[in-house]
């Protein structure tokens, strides 16, 4: 079973120059966590997911610790305010710009182990030798594909 096999190809997607409001906008309607962001050659550049917007508004502080070390404790209104920025910013700015790529022509197998390999990727962009984007397969794709039986993986 090839990665093109299992690949979704009917992808929401985020273009460079738009904000991180309106991607987070687009994810929520369409109930989905992460999004491929492409270039006006639709050409991938990266990804963007809602782990990777809560990585910027919550401050480095309270994620590495030093909490502890400040004289007061953020409320609920810091972080609004900083989601706020964030919001405003060009989605390039969030994105994780080196997101899992596979080609088409990859087993399911080696899409398994490279999702496990590169620091823990739930998603595989497949993409063309150009980086046009063609689809992507999910953890729960690999998943469901092992679940239904078939030993062509």
């Known amino acids: 079973m090839l990665a093109e096999n299992i690949m979704v190809t009917n992808i929401v997607t985020a273009h460079v120059d738009e904000t991180v409001d309106i991607i987070l ?6 109930k989905l ?3 491929p962001v ?4 639709k050409v991938i550049v990266g990804v963007v997911s809602t782990f990777s917007v809560l990585e910027k508004v919550v401050p480095s502080y309270i994620v590495t610790g030093d909490l502890n070390q400040i004289s007061y404790a953020p409320d609920i209104g810091i972080l609004l305010r ?6 405003k910013l060009k ?3 969030v994105m994780d710009d080196k997101p899992l790529t596979v ?12 999702m496990i390999s590169f620091t ?6 497949v993409i063309d030798d150009h980086r046009h984007l063609l689809g992507i397969v999910s953890a729960g794709d690999v998943l469901d594909r092992m679940q239904l039986g078939g030993n062509d993986a």
């Open 82 to 87: 900083h989601y706020d920025e964030i919001s």
């Open 33 to 35: 966590r992460m999004i």
């Open 120 to 125: 823990k990727h739930e998603y595989a962009m």
């Open 38 to 41: 492409l270039d006006s050659e």
């Open 25 to 30: 906008e687009r994810m929520r309607n369409a």
């Open 91 to 93: 989605v390039t700015e």
């Open 103 to 114: 080609s088409r022509n990859e087993s399911l197998l080696s899409v398994a182990a490279a």
